[in-house]
């Protein structure tokens, strides 16, 4: 899709990509009942809301903390005439009362030094550990998933994949990894690396991080 995407909004990359696939494929073969809720929280541009709202079954929801996002997600669902509804707020805040089938996140999960104030860092920076968003995400989704409903969501495994299959696992939901993909590091990794190295995060000279799609499911 070519999307506006203002400045300030994260652009669709390959943890968009990697998602997004398995988005069609847990839609080609989840039992999604007539009329299914879905929700894609941290929808940036709208580009995951708008592959779902292609489903003809599906009713999609969007939320973003940025203003920014909102408005152009608003924007690109009006111009692909796609019906996404799209709020904004803290993660799962403005649907807190609502159930979902299917719920998506690529939210932010790149490991950064305290004080790291690059260009659009809000999309990406998640804190030393990555897990600022990821740990809210694991506690504030699963309370919002129908019996049977299903959350994936992207991240890097340097920012933890066993502690994020624990806390859905806590929280009622049978996790796995669905999917996995190496990808050479972007400018923002780039930058980070000699810090990751000398914190024992990634080995010397690594330039590479492995991606996962977590799939996790309410009994």
């Known amino acids: 899709m070519q999307l506006l995407r203002p400045r300030g909004v994260y652009a669709p990359q390959e943890d968009t990509e990697l998602l997004a696939r398995a988005l069609r494929s847990e839609l080609r073969t989840l039992h999604l009942p007539h009329h299914a809720e879905v929700l894609d929280v941290g929808t940036g541009t709208g580009a995951l809301a708008l592959l779902a709202a292609e489903w003809p079954t599906a009713r999609v929801t969007a939320v973003d903390i940025s203003w920014r996002a909102v408005l152009a997600a608003r924007y690109n669902a009006w111009r692909l005439g796609l019906p996404v509804r799209v709020f904004h707020g803290d993660l799962t805040g403005p649907v807190a009362d609502r159930r979902f089938d299917l719920i998506l996140s690529n939210p932010p999960y790149v490991r950064s030094p305290r004080g790291d104030d690059g260009a659009d860092s809000h999309t ?9 968003v990821l740990d809210r995400l694991c506690a504030e989704a699963p309370k919002l998933l129908r019996e049977g409903g299903v959350l994936l969501l ?10 994020t299959l624990e806390q859905l696992t806590d929280n009622g939901l049978s996790a796995r990894v669905a999917l996995r993909t190496m990808i050479p590091f972007g400018p923002v990794m780039e930058r980070h690396a000699p810090w990751l190295e000398r914190h024992g995060v990634i080995r010397p000279g690594q330039r590479k991080e492995e991606l996962v799609v977590i799939r996790a499911q309410r009994s």
């Open 124 to 132: 990406w920076h998640a804190g030393a550990d990555g897990r600022v």
């Open 154 to 163: 992207v991240q890097s495994v340097l920012s933890g994949v066993a502690p």
